[in-house]
């Protein structure tokens, strides 16, 4: 049954979703338009794109609208900004989600290439949007919202460029949300732990045990499971529509993965943790 308009927390605003073909993108782009908000999202994937945005507008009561976008192109990252103008004359909110993650690698095997390269495409894009929009941000009083990682706090084996690339966003979010204050901009990050997204399965597929790696991934958090896509929409939603005292702040959505002691020493056997 449809939510009844009074209770829409984020009508006819507009927003912008990057990587908002597939998970945790996709996860905002529902709940958006679930809420009532008017959503442009892009990503490089025209079919899944095209199948989200007319599942979900014929669910409404909000609309989507998909813009094909390679976000490791400047000129692309443009297009979007001004279609989204063209079609909705107004932008309230800027989520910067698309981001990838490499399979494990340690520093001897990394190139200069390929840590540049996840920090165009993990960095670059979330600065390259917030540029383009923020002039139109300004005019709402709107907020960006940068999706970073738990990672980026705790940091993770084998995975130097992409925590180095999230903890860079979390310092961008903090230094854009003092400069931005003086034009009612909120600038907020979201450091999900473990999400079950396409990009946790393809990890999970690269590592040789996928089973072992899914349950060590459900067993990290308190509760023994994944967060959602959707708990990754409302999260979003909340900072968007209700966290009008959050700006410069970053939100941990985590499960409690970061709590208590474990085993972290490398020199012994893995299968001794419990001894
Ligand atoms: N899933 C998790 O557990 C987790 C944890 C912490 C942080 N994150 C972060 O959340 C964000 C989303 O991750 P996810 O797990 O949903 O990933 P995903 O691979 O399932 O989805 C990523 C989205 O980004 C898009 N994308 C990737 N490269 C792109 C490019 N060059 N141009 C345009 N779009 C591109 C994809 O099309 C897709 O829509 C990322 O920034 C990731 O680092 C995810």
């Keep these: 049954m449809a939510a009844p308009a009074s209770s829409l927390r984020y009508r006819d605003k507009v927003a912008i979703v990057t990587g908002g073909s597939k998970g945790i993108g996709e996860g905002v782009v529902r709940v958006f338009v679930q809420n009532g908000a008017k959503v442009v999202f892009c990503a490089r994937g025209v079919d899944e794109g095209k199948k989200l945005e007319s599942e979900v507008n014929a669910a409404g009561p909000g609309e989507s609208f998909f813009i094909p976008c390679d976000v490791s192109k400047e000129d692309e990252i443009k297009n979007v900004v001004v279609k989204t103008i063209e079609k909705y004359g107004r932008l309230d909110c800027l989520v910067n989600n698309a981001g990838m993650h490499p399979p494990e690698e340690e520093i001897d095997d990394i190139t200069a ?5 996840l920090f165009n495409l993990n960095l670059i894009n979330y600065f390259l949007f917030s ?5 139109h941000l300004r005019k709402t009083s709107g907020n960006i919202i940068n999706m970073s990682s738990l990672v980026a706090k705790i940091g ?6 992409y925590v180095t690339t999230k903890g860079a966003i979390d310092a961008f979010t903090r230094a854009l949300a003092i400069d931005e204050a003086k034009h009612g901009v909120r600038v907020n990050s979201v450091s999900p732990g473990n999400i079950m997204t396409p990009m946790w399965q393809q990890l999970a597929d690269a590592s040789g045990n996928p089973e072992a790696m899914i349950q060590g991934g459900a067993d990290a958090q308190l509760n023994g499971r994944f967060g959602t896509l959707e708990e990754a929409g409302q999260m979003c939603l909340f900072l968007a529509a209700e966290g009008t005292f959050c700006t410069g702040n970053d939100l941990l959505l985590s499960g409690g993965a970061e709590l208590n002691y474990g085993c972290k020493n490398q020199l012994k056997e893995r299968t001794n943790i419990y001894e």
């Design 113 to 117: 290439d390929h840590f540049r390269n």
């Design 156 to 161: 993770q084996l084998h995975a130097v460029p």
């Design 131 to 135: 540029k383009y929009s923020l002039p």
